[in-house]
């Protein structure tokens, strides 16, 4: 039967910095984005293109510069609890039979989605009941009005702990004003009769710690030497087509694309020193509230998929260990363009109505 080790160690691979080599023919040295212009012509657009990045040349911090009224070692302290609370669900269910219900054609959700939510949602109404939620399952609960948001996906990559896949994790973020405060992820590493935990968490300002320890993206500064992580959502319409040309580009030009299908998971890996990047469209705040601030408390730099400022209500997301950031959006950046120009919609979504932001 599966352990729950929530205080265990479990090794971590820290990465090492590598020496710098020459740009592969696909990443040229005379690129713009080399030379810091981050302007390149994209095939698809058909001219020049210009992220939103090219005219700031800079990627705005996410995480939250205050924490009000509360400090943040006392908000991390009860977002771990929380996390740790519904990993201990998960645990207990992992090695049952699973009762799975469908949202859509073959988007599922588990008793396990639910439970672990409630005994999440307990710990932070005890502690905060005046805070408001954003949950997975149990959409917008609390008052309006407050400058905290939780933000909770109680079991991330549904489809694959159904399966008994290694690849998911329980993860809960807090927002003041709209900008990341602290966040935790437990991700359950092993398989099917030995299951563990790895917790990963972060308070802005403060770094990014794996079971304790600190942690940092790695030093890799060329595409070809790199790993990369991306993720498709459920319908299979033009964004989704345009990352499956995306994943083609980049298994090409680097040492693979993996995808793992749980996008909290796919961020603290990038935090971690052991892939380089990771990039989707479409994730919901729950996906990424946690994973954004864990990767840029280890050094790593986020954006939306155009290169632009990004927030947790954005319709994209580009996480990386900054050194890649540039190269990745020459690829990227067109493409997302080009989607803009069909008309696909990348305002914000999910945000409460009348939740109060800096961004």
Same mark, same amino acid.
């Given at each position: ?78 977002? %771990? ?19 799975? =219900? ?127 992580? =991306? ?19 980049? =298994? ?43 990767? %840029? ?63």
């Amino acid at each position: 039967m599966g352990r729950c080790l929530l205080s265990s160690t479990v090794s971590t691979f820290l990465p090492c910095n590598l020496p710098k080599l020459a740009f592969p023919k696909s990443f040229s040295a005379n690129s713009a984005f080399s030379h810091h212009g981050f302007c390149s012509t994209g095939a698809k657009t058909g001219g020049a293109f210009c992220t939103k990045a090219a005219l700031s040349n800079v990627y705005s911090k996410i995480g939250a510069d205050s924490t009000g009224s509360i400090p943040s070692n006392e908000l991390l302290q009860v977002v %771990e609890a929380a996390a740790k609370t519904g990993a201990q669900v998960v645990m207990d269910a992992v090695n049952k039979p699973r009762n799975v =219900t469908y949202k859509g054609l073959t988007d599922l959700v588990t008793d396990t989605d639910k439970s672990s939510e409630v005994a999440i949602l307990e710990v932070v109404r005890k502690n905060f009941p005046d805070h408001l939620i954003l949950g997975e399952e149990g959409g917008i609960i609390g008052d309006s009005s407050s400058d905290y948001l939780w933000c909770i996906d109680p079991l991330d990559g549904t489809t694959n702990f159904a399966h008994g896949y290694p690849s998911f994790a329980v993860s809960v973020g807090v927002l003041f004003r709209g900008k990341p405060a602290a966040a935790t992820v437990v991700e359950f590493v092993g398989g099917p009769m030995c299951w563990n935990t790895r917790i990963f968490s972060a308070a802005a300002g403060k770094g990014a710690f794996a079971n304790g320890e600190k942690i940092h993206v790695s030093g890799t500064d060329k595409v070809e030497q790199s790993l990369l992580v =991306t993720g498709f959502g459920y319908e299979h319409d033009d964004p989704w087509a345009t990352n499956m040309e995306l994943f083609k580009d980049f =298994t090409d030009v680097s040492r693979g694309v993996r995808r793992l299908g749980a996008a909290a998971v796919d961020m603290c890996h990038v935090a971690l020193g052991i892939a380089e990047a990771y990039w989707e469209y479409r994730l919901k705040p729950w996906d990424m509230a946690a994973g954004v601030l864990i990767v %840029e408390e280890a050094g790593g730099k986020v954006s939306c998929m155009d290169g632009g400022k990004f927030s947790v209500f954005d319709r994209s997301v580009l996480v990386s260990n900054g050194l890649l950031h540039a190269k990745l959006l020459e690829k990227i950046g067109p493409a997302t363009e080009n989607l803009k120009g069909k008309g696909i919609d990348f305002s914000v979504w999910f945000k409460p109505e009348n939740y109060h932001t800096e961004v």
